[in-house]
């Protein structure tokens, strides 16, 4: 009898392995030695066996039992089927061990199934349900059988429960919602089919409860089905899951047209941020699984279409064209106001040439004395001209040209003061800020893009969705990029930092042709004219857009800094414009600057890497931080008139006792002390801060550094400007008025927070949200949309804000 069976399952080998090939049939002959082996201990029994009934047995080292089913597969139909078994017995020594064997596929579990944690960690569980794959078929109708093998080593008899059962819903309907449960040792797995005419499609998961962990997966039509935990990142794409998991699918990566939805519950919560559960470790101890159901539900939607990217990029392309196009007629009416203006001068002066030369065939009868007084008096007006301050005030001694200390440390100071070096050798000493810094762009943003595609790449290949930190409610493929949409968004700081290039490199054509005119206003009027650092800003927008590119194709925290280091950039150069604008001789050289800004790029990379929680760092670096405002503050208190030398310490108590204690006299520049009195309160009181709550964050921290001590600047600018007397012409005010509202909007965007690398990737995704314009853009778009527009606005008003003072004298216009 024995022999007869082990023949019938020699002979429903042959029968369920025929359509697999030569490798599957000379799998049989093993089997069949393996039974003759055996044949003389064990004894086989088959049972024909029925869907939906539960079959209670007991099984041993003696006796195996085999349970035939057979069902009806339809091409046009997929039906799923669910072997669930339990082991009803307390404890057993050894496994019982359940084989089913399908045509073109074989699936094997023990029970009580053991699955390892972290650190090795092994939860035991009694209960389990899985769903077999289902193989295409190519005949209309075919009938199909399956077969259930439970056997053991345990010489004791072990009870199980046995039920297979068909899925009613196994295959998902587009747009509409199913419900499930599932645990680590019962995954959930669904097929999902592309109708006619849906290329893409996003698949969503969704559950009320953040915990227990879960693994949402991606899978061709194929067996076995990966949908353990042990084995659930082994192909397709994957990501872990709390409330939230959502995988944007492609018709051209899977041939059949079709896919499987997989869910699986982890054993442990750490990998979706969950505590960590210590216990002391025991050879070969069991941990309790617990009660680790979840609740969930899975909708498969079509995405956007062609024509939606389209629109999405027209509609990108056409708002920064706009700006080109109004900076265009701007130009022409500049231009032509500029035609006439000139056109009016010119006249005037051949008037007044005309004039002079009548006046002199008059006056043949040599009458000098009015060309004498006109001569003395045009002198007289020249030398009251270039007078910066009274008569008393000013310093007749021999070496003012040549002492600095002479003219930097005077109470009231102009910026014919500190414009004195040649203008062409400043010219070539601010050129270098932009070549410099060119150079740093190719050298940096090469390794950038190579890293990115590295990483783009790696998630393509692995389908590791956990890598990279996506809105992936709002995150639309296109080619080998996971989320095109957020990476053209960043298309304007491109645009508009090349626009502004433009805009400088017309001003400087115009002031070269002045300078060649000989005009008195370009040589002798208005803040001195130099554009290098211009052009260092508008090269650092663009290089801004091209890393928040490059961040996009994969953002996460190894590579923030990409998207933030030339942030820190414009801050920088915005600052030293701004101090350049009356103090062209005094600022700060490109080596140095950009040094500084090397030391806080550095700083940034040491934040991210070691700065979470570790308080030595948080000390160290607000100790520096302090004393760099304290050095700052002492050279621009000092106009750079000091030395740190040994006796340093010696000249800070001589000042100390002869202007506080002696006479306790006050300060000598009171407006340059009013503003280093506010950076210090605002830098101590942020470095406080970072050492109290340790943001994790560094780099936006760094960054918000950076920011509050520009607006400071740029507020104090503004209102020494208006204190002394200055205004402010109409287009630098609606520069202002338009950035100042454009920054409040783009801020808004921005801290809406679709996600955060700070997090673990499974919290990140409960942050996503859907497209919010034109089904494309989400909100970290517009921000980009936005911050682009206010970052060109604000170097507009930089280089608009003194054209009130072009044509005043240097030696009217008040350093501050």
């Known amino acids: 009898m024995c022999v007869l069976l082990q023949t019938h399952s020699l002979v429903s080998c042959f029968r369920s392995q025929a359509d697999d090939g030569s490798r599957m049939l000379r799998f049989c002959p093993v089997l069949l030695v393996l039974m003759l082996a055996s044949s003389g201990a064990n004894v086989v029994v088959q049972r024909d066996a029925q869907f939906d009934v539960t079959y209670d047995d007991t099984v041993t080292s003696d006796n195996q039992t085999i349970y035939s089913y057979n069902h009806t597969v ?28 399908q045509k073109q596929a074989v699936l094997s579990f023990q029970v009580p199934l053991i699955l390892r944690g972290l650190y090795q960690r092994k939860y035991q569980y009694t209960q389990l349900g899985r769903t077999l794959c289902q193989p295409p078929t190519k005949a209309v109708a075919e009938t199909q059988f399956f077969f259930v093998d439970v056997s053991t080593l345990s010489s004791a008899g072990v009870q199980y429960q046995l039920r297979v059962s068909r899925v009613d819903r196994f295959t998902l309907q587009t747009d509409k919602k199913f419900s499930f449960n599932a645990t680590p040792s019962q995954p959930q797995f669904f097929r999902y089919v592309f109708p006619e005419g849906v290329d893409t499609v996003i698949v969503k998961v969704n559950s009320q409860k953040n915990f ?14 990966y949908d353990l935990d042990n084995n659930v990142a082994f192909i397709g794409m994957y990501q872990t899951m709390t409330t939230t998991a959502a995988i944007t699918v492609q018709r051209k990566d899977f041939p059949s047209n079709s896919f499987y939805v997989v869910v699986v519950v982890k054993t442990e919560d750490e990998a979706c941020g969950g505590s960590l559960r210590f216990y002391p ?41 706009s700006f080109y196009l109004l900076t265009f007629l701007m130009a022409c009416v500049e231009n032509k106001r500029y035609d006439a203006v ?23 009868d040599g009458n000098y004395g009015y060309i004498e007084r006109s001569l003395e008096s045009v002198g007289r007006s020249r030398h009251e001209s270039l007078s910066s301050v009274e008569e008393d005030d000013y310093d007749t001694l021999a070496d003012i040209d040549s002492d600095k200390n002479i003219v930097r440390t005077k109470k009231f100071l102009c910026v014919s003061d500190l414009a004195r070096k040649d203008k062409r050798i400043l010219s070539k000493k601010y050129q270098i800020y932009f070549w410099n810094i060119a150079t740093i762009a190719v050298f940096y943003a090469l390794p950038v893009i190579q890293l990115v595609i590295t990483y783009q790449t790696v998630v393509n290949v692995t389908g590791n969705q956990d890598i990279c930190y996506y809105n992936f409610l709002c995150a639309h493929p296109l080619g080998a990029l996971s989320s095109f949409n957020n990476i053209l968004s960043n298309l304007g700081y491109v645009l508009l930092g090349l626009l502004f290039l433009l805009i400088v490199l017309q001003r400087d ?12 206003t370009a040589l002798e009027c208005g803040i001195p004219k130099h554009f290098g650092l211009y052009y260092a800003m508008g090269t650092a927008l663009m290089m801004e857009g091209l890393l928040s590119a490059c961040y996009h194709v994969c953002p996460n925290y190894t590579n923030f800094q990409f998207d933030t280091s030339f942030m820190y950039m414009i801050a920088g150069l915005c600052m030293l414009k701004l101090y350049q604008k009356r103090h062209p001789d005094i600022n700060a050289s490109a080596y140095s600057a950009y040094a500084c800004l090397a030391a806080v790029i550095f700083f940034s990379v040491l934040g991210v890497v070691f700065g979470k929680g570790n308080t030595a760092f948080w000390i160290i670096f607000s100790v520096i931080h302090i004393l760099a405002t304290l050095l700052l503050s002492t050279q621009l208190y000092y106009m750079g008139r000091w030395r740190l030398d040994s006796g340093i310490l010696r000249r800070m108590l001589n000042v100390i006792y002869t202007d506080c204690i002696r006479q306790c006299s006050g300060p000598m520049y009171i407006d340059r002390m009013v503003l280093l009195v506010m950076g210090n309160i605002v830098n101590w009181s942020l470095a406080a801060y970072g050492l109290i709550k340790r943001p994790n964050d560094f780099a936006s921290y760094l960054l918000a550094i950076a920011i509050c001590n520009l607006l400071l600047y740029f507020a104090f600018y503004i209102i020494m400007k208006l204190r002394s007397g200055e205004r402010i012409q109409c287009l630098a005010l609606v520069c202002i008025l338009f950035t100042a509202v454009v920054w409040g909007f783009a801020l808004f965007f921005f801290f809406q927070g679709l996600s955060t690398w700070q997090k673990t990737p499974a919290e990140s995704r409960e942050h996503n949200r859907e497209c919010i314009l034109l089904s494309f853009f989400d909100d970290h778009d517009i921000w980009h949309f936005l911050s682009s527009i206010a970052m060109f606005g604000s170097f507009l008003v930089l280089l608009t804000m003194d054209d009130d003072l072009d044509t005043v004298q240097r030696d009217k216009i008040y350093v501050f």
């Open 74 to 101: 339809s091409r046009n139909k997929t039906e799923g089927v669910r072997v669930s078994v339990e082991l009803l017995s307390e404890s057993a020594p050894s496994p019982v061990l359940f084989v089913v064997r």
């Open 212 to 225: 227990p962990c879960s693994v949402m997966s991606i899978q061709d039509i194929q067996c076995p089905v």
């Open 281 to 321: 470790l025991l050879p070969d101890e069991l941990l309790d699984a617990g009660n680790r159901s979840k609740t969930l539900d899975v909708i498969v939607s079509p995405a956007i279409n062609s024509e939606v990217y389209v629109m999405g990029m027209l509609f990108c392309l056409g708002i920064f064209l």
């Open 342 to 364: 000139f056109e009016m001068i010119m006249t005037r002066m051949l008037t007044l040439s005309s004039e002079a030369a009548t006046n002199s065939l008059a006056s043949a």
């Open 509 to 520: 054509i115009l002031h070269n042709r002045a300078l060649e005119r000989n005009e008195n």
